[in-house]
């Protein structure tokens, strides 16, 4: 099938199947360490790439070459690899990129272990440098990003305060440098939003969220073009082993028939969800890109088709009154992963993005009052209240009333 003929609805069930000689239509789940050769010529010639075909499941499997293929499909790219985890594809681009010597230019608004990839823990360690830039004016990043920068990377929106980013515009800065720009988009699946076709060189996914979308199993991608996922990050990664497993692939596959619908879904019910609580006096402000507060709605709304299933909020009071109102809750799950089906709720400053000494000073935006909340896929919000009263279970002072 050709890609460009179909919508992202069909490719996420059709693109990138393979079938055995055995025909089957679900696609399968080839669960196997390596993969026999009729010679010892065709062992050589597979091992060396001379010939196609499947080798050791570290590298070369039909069941991850399957999800490969359907997020390439559905991000517009050439070609995907897939990797263990997020954050491993996130530490893959920068190690095969980036030597003693470059620099990386970053958003202070990352995730929290992206900041300790980059910085001084793990890429400072090999001689790399790390500019964070604590803001999403295009003139802070023009200034950032200069000659000798190797990569530029962010998400938008970002984890967790939602701040969303030019894509285009910063595209074009790296693009003048020579340096690879990558987006991280998690939050939004290229059902949303496509930052390849907005100018961004490289996609990263943590297949573990939405992809997924029943916190299953872990997994992570990077999405570009050939030569930078087939060479570049597949010779690394060939040696360095932080591959997808055959059975997480199957599982992710599965789950991204329906990533479609859940998206959307999620998205009417968070904006429903953060206008509720933008109205709460005991709030001080929502981070959604969608709500018509977000100081970069406009920008939103022409990069993406929905605000997303996540959005965050600052209690009045701080820390204290933010762990009331996590606590109180019922219904939502107070966990640290989101793009499950369920509600999940967590304040993020004292986990998920919990940062070391050096590096809490890159999170200043992000205050102690700040919870994040991903939304359920369900239409309860309108139909029956539930999130809402959960969450309104967590202002005692207000008698537990639903405004």
């Known amino acids: 099938m050709n890609d460009h003929d179909y919508s992202v609805d069909t490719l996420a069930i059709r693109a990138g199947g393979l079938r055995s000689p055995f025909n089957e239509h679900s696609e399968a789940l080839f669960a196997t360490v390596s993969f026999v050769h009729e010679s010892a010529e065709m062992a050589a010639k597979r091992f060396t790439g001379e010939e196609p075909g499947y080798i050791y499941s570290r590298f070369t499997n ?88 190797k990569l530029v990377f962010l998400e938008t929106p970002s984890n967790p305060m939602a701040d969303v980013f030019d894509i285009a515009a910063i595209a074009e800065m790296a693009r003048k440098v020579g340096a690879t720009f990558a987006v991280d988009n998690c939050f939004c699946t290229p059902v949303l939003q496509r930052p390849l076709a907005l100018g961004a060189d490289v996609v990263i996914h943590s297949a573990s969220k939405h992809l997924d979308g029943q916190g299953r199993v872990m997994g992570g991608a990077i999405v570009g073009t050939k030569e930078m996922c087939r060479e570049r990050v597949y010779n690394f990664l060939r040696t360095t082993g932080a591959s997808l497993a055959p059975f997480n692939a199957w599982v992710i596959l599965k789950g991204m028939e329906t990533l479609p ?134 202002f005692p002072e207000l008698g537990g009333k639903i405004l």
């Open 261 to 394: 619908i859940r998206m959307r879904a999620h998205s009417e019910n968070a904006l429903a969800l953060a206008e509720w609580l933008a109205a709460h006096p005991k709030v001080a402000n929502v981070n959604y890109p969608f709500l018509a507060s977000h100081p970069s709605v406009a920008l939103a709304k022409r990069q993406q088709s929905g605000g997303g299933a996540v959005l965050s909020f600052n209690v009045k009071g701080g820390k204290t009154e933010a762990w009331k109102v996590v606590d109180a809750v019922k219904i939502m799950s107070i966990t640290g992963n989101l793009g499950d089906v369920k509600t999940t709720i967590t304040h993020p400053a004292t986990t998920t993005n919990q940062l070391p000494p050096h590096a809490q000073q890159q999170l200043a935006a992000q205050t102690a009052g700040t919870i994040q909340l991903d939304n359920r896929l369900l239409k309860q919000l309108r139909e029956s209240g539930l999130q809402v009263e959960d969450l309104a279970a967590g």
């Open 62 to 149: 039909p069941t991850v070459d399957m999800f490969e293929r359907r997020l390439a499909a559905m991000e517009g790219a050439e070609a995907a690899i897939a990797t263990s985890t997020g954050m491993a594809a996130i530490s893959t681009l920068a190690m095969t990129l980036c030597s003693a010597g470059d620099h990386i230019v970053t958003s202070g608004s990352v995730f929290g272990s992206t900041l300790n990839v980059f910085g001084a823990p793990v890429m400072g360690k090999f001689g790399v440098t790390c500019e964070v830039v604590n803001s999403t004016g295009l003139d802070a990043w023009a200034k950032a990003i200069r000659p000798g920068t």
